[in-house]
């Protein structure tokens, strides 16, 4: 089965997250999007960013109702602070039997050169990329590179930052949200 692995915090996840994953998953060679939630990084202050357990369970709920979406809590388990090659290589070292690609925002492949091990990721994994709007933005020198895989998915302006901001000043953002991650945030008076 062929992997896509979309890395973040998901502080929280958002309707611009799934839109993406589903494009995704849906117009590529790709059989699931696998959200791998990122932990708190001892190393970080933690400003407004939500328990790990509690930002897993928020994709898990995100997820709930796509075949094709799941969520991973698979680097809770690694040390810290990690690097993606060592989770690729864990999760090949659990599913051998998958084939795991890498998602990441245009913007991302601009600094994928100064990545851990970027040259061995490359060597291994192909990687599906999406447009960004971003400034600076510059020929990349991986721009022909034949694992590396631009896909025409929407546009999404949406990040998590707005949203804590927004739900910080009582705004309503529900749009902005899957329904069930807004009732989970709203119960759990998260952000406020």
Known sequence: MKIG???GS???????????AN???EFSNLDQVWFVVTPHSPFKKKNSLLADHHRYQIVLVATEDYAKLKPSNIEFGLPQPNYTIN????LYEKHPQHEFSLIM?????QSFHKWKNYEMILQNHNIYVYPRVFKNKEK?????HLKIHLVKAPIVEISS???RKSIQ???DIRPLLPFKVWNYIDEMNFYK
Request: charged content about 15%.
């Open 5 to 7: 692995l979309y890395f």
């Open 10 to 20: 998901f502080n929280p996840i958002h309707v611009g997250h799934i839109i993406i």
């Open 23 to 25: 494009h995704m998953v």
């Open 87 to 90: 989770t690729l290589t864990h």
């Open 105 to 109: 925002g245009e913007d991302n492949l």
């Open 140 to 144: 990349s020198k991986f721009d022909n």
């Open 161 to 163: 930052t707005f949203i």
């Open 169 to 171: 000043q009582k705004k």
